[in-house]
C-alpha cells in the first residue's frame, strides 16, 4: 500500500483510527513524492527536532517509490482523463496516482483527489 502525506502524518502523530487501519496492511510503500512533501512540512514545524530523527529511521525501515519511464505513461492517461473530464488534482497528487497505478497498490489517504481514477484504489480510515 502506498501511503499518501496525510498517511504518514497520521502516524507520526499516532493517530488511532489511522494506527488501527494499518494494523494488518503489508508494509507501506513511500513515493519520494511523498518524503519531499512531509519534509517541506518539518521545515516549519516546531516538533522538527522530534520527529525528524524518528522519520529517519522510519525510512530506513520501508520502501520508497521514485518514477521512471513508465511511471510517465501512466501520468500522462490519468492528466489526459482529468482533462477532458474537467477536473484538477495537485500535480504531487498525480505523481502519486502515477505510481499507485503502475505498480497496482492501493493508496492510503484521506484525500478525495484519488477517487474516481481509473487504475487507483483510495483506502481510508
Not at 529517519?56 to 482529468?82: K, N, P, Q
Request: glycine fraction near 4%; hydrophobic fraction near 45%.
Amino acid at each position: 500500500m502506498i501511503w499518501d502525506t496525510n498517511a504518514l502524518t497520521a502516524f507520526f502523530n499516532q493517530d488511532v483510527q489511522f494506527l488501527s487501519f494499518i494494523s494488518e496492511a503489508d508494509t507501506p510503500v513511500i513515493p519520494l513524492i511523498v518524503v519531499a512533501e512531509y519534509r517541506f512540512g518539518l521545515e516549519g514545524s516546531n516538533r522538527k527536532a522530534d520527529i525528524l530523527p524518528r522519520f529517519e529511521a522510519f525510512l530506513s525501515s520501508v520502501s520508497t517509490l521514485g518514477c521512471d519511464m513508465e511511471t510517465t505513461r501512466h501520468y500522462a492517461r490519468i492528466a489526459h482523463h482529468l482533462k477532458t473530464v474537467g477536473r484538477r488534482i495537485s500535480q504531487n497528487d498525480l505523481w502519486i496516482a502515477a505510481l499507485a497505478a503502475q505498480h497496482d497498490l492501493p493508496v492510503a489517504s484521506r484525500d478525495q483527489d484519488f477517487d474516481n481514477l481509473e487504475g487507483v484504489e483510495r483506502q481510508t480510515w
